[in-house]
C-alpha cells in the first residue's frame, strides 16, 4: 500500500519542481549533508565507487560519482530529487521501469524536501559551468 501511495505521488504532476530549485540554497548544509549521508558510497569528493560502470554479482551497479565524470548531470531536477527521496526502485518502479536494480536507499524519512535539494545544488555547484548549463536544460520550464 506505502509503495502505492508513493507511485502516485511521483506521478504527479509537481508543482513547485522545475528548472529553479536549486538555485539560492545553503550549499554549506548541501556538502554537510552529503558527506554525512551520500558519502560513504558515492565518495566525500563525489568519486563514487570504483568500477562503478560495471554490475556486480548482485545485479547492482556501484554508486556512481557525482562529480562531471559521472552521470547525475545528465539528469533533470525531478529525478534527480525523486531519486535522492524515494530511493532507485521506487523511483524506477514510478517510470515503469521494473527489470532495474539499485542500490540507492530512499532518504524521505532521514531528509527533509529542503535539505534535498541543497544536497543536490551543493553536487551541481562542483561542476563546470559547461556541465550545469548542460543539466539545467533538461529541466522543464515552469508554466
Known sequence: MYYRYLLV???????SIASHEMENRNLNN????YIE????????????????????DDGI??????????????????LLFNYTKYG???????MGVTDIKSGMPGFSQELSDGDIWDILAYIRSTWPKQVQKIQASRNQPHE
Do not use: I, Y
Open 9 to 15: 505521488l511521483l506521478l504527479l504532476p509537481a508543482v
Open 88 to 94: 532507485g526502485l521506487v523511483t524506477f518502479e514510478a
Open 61 to 78: 551497479l556501484p554508486a556512481p560519482p557525482h562529480d562531471e565524470t559521472g552521470h547525475t548531470w545528465h539528469h533533470d531536477n525531478r
Open 37 to 56: 549521508h551520500c558519502g560513504s558510497c558515492h565518495g566525500n569528493n563525489l568519486e563514487g565507487q570504483p568500477n562503478w560502470q560495471v554490475m556486480g
Open 30 to 33: 548541501g556538502k554537510t549533508l
